[in-house]
């Protein structure tokens, strides 16, 4: 089985943001890293990672910026919303891990291993079909030793 991907968005510099990023990458996850606060998503990206999932899902209302942009007021439709995200990235809670069907925002490690399919023993599970799982290669390995 080829080994699992997913995309992680950050910006600047957090410890947090670092366990979770080490911790996937222990998983045996690649990681394909983008910080957007020095390579910022154009409108069109950040409308493709933020998909039909409702705006308040990527919002950190521990941000000073929300309050700032008066967001705890209420928010904007979604069009001036995204527009003040890219303008302003501390809007958005961090990490943002992507993979193909899925996307995750915040440091929820048992949020992010559940959607990762990483198990307690901090190794991906293989899923086959509907829901059957199966110990990944690696960790069958170690059992056999």
Do not use: Q, W
């Amino acid at each position: 089985m080829a080994p699992k991907r997913a995309t992680f968005y950050t910006y600047g510099d957090f410890d947090r943001c670092k366990d979770i990023k080490k911790y996937i990458e222990d998983a045996g996850i690649i990681l394909d890293v983008r910080d957007i606060e020095k390579h910022p998503l154009s409108e069109i990206e950040m409308d493709k990672l933020l998909g039909h999932i409702p705006m308040n899902h990527f919002l950190n209302p521990a941000s000073p910026s929300y309050a700032k942009h008066k967001l705890d007021e209420g928010l904007p439709e979604r069009e001036e919303l995204l527009k003040l995200i890219l303008s302003d990235p501390t809007l958005l809670k961090r990490p943002i891990v992507k993979t193909i069907r899925l996307v995750m925002a915040g440091c929820d490690k048992k949020k992010i291993a559940e959607m990762l399919s990483i198990g307690s023993n901090g190794e991906v599970i293989e899923v086959r079909g509907h829901g059957n799982r199966k110990s990944s290669n690696r960790s069958m390995a170690g059992a056999n030793k």
